[in-house]
């Protein structure tokens, strides 16, 4: 249901039909989401919530016309595209800080494949969401891309950042329509 609401956004977003949430109790709880768009295996937009500010339902229908159309890394998705874009839509848990005396010690507790981490340093923060790690699966690899996506200098020692982690659900379309 949750892609499928994303869908209907970007569509609303393209100038389609409006979007109606349906009134499920579930959709209706405080729930932080991301949207990622692809197209032909591509990241093609992602736009998301780190924290529920949002029910579910309204965080997905905002957080997916703003992957189509606000993603500052792409120019807004054109109607044309849309059959060819396909959706993901990740639930995210609550982020909880991770405590760390250094470098070592922040790698050892890292849990590739199962983690999202949010990394904040000076002003600047950026997150990976726990399927990034299919294509960055070395734990320093992974934490210098993150340092570089946030605007965090490589040369910041992580001591002197703050770390969160969550874990995500994730529903894509491809998955739903060959079940």
């Known amino acids: 249901m949750l892609v499928s609401l994303a869908r209907a956004s970007v569509t609303n977003a393209l100038g389609g039909p409006g979007v109606t949430v349906p009134v ?7 729930r ?19 924290h529920p500010t949002r029910t579910l339902g309204e965080d997905v229908v905002a957080n ?7 993603d500052r890394r792409f120019s807004p998705l054109g109607r044309e595209e849309l059959g060819n874009v396909e959706m993901e839509v990740s639930l995210l848990s609550t982020p909880t800080l991770v405590l760390f005396g250094d470098e070592q010690d922040l790698l050892a507790q890292l849990r590739p494949g199962i983690d999202g981490l949010i990394l904040e340093s000076g002003g600047n923060r950026g997150t990976y969401l726990p399927q990034v790690w299919e294509q960055l699966r070395e734990p320093r690899q992974f934490l210098a891309s993150l340092m570089q996506k946030a ?29």
Do not use: M
Not at 24 to 30: F, G, M, N
Not at 35 to 42: D, H
Not at 159 to 171: E, I, N
């Open 151 to 179: 605007g965090i200098p490589a040369d910041t020692r992580l001591g002197r950042c703050k770390v969160w982690r969550y874990q995500a659900v994730k529903w894509r379309e491809s998955e739903l329509k060959t079940h």
């Open 24 to 30: 499920e109790p579930w959709l209706r709880e405080r």
């Open 64 to 70: 997916a016309a703003a992957a189509a159309l606000s």
């Open 32 to 50: 932080a989401t991301f949207v990622t768009l692809t197209q032909e295996g591509r990241l093609r937009g992602c736009i998301g919530s780190l």
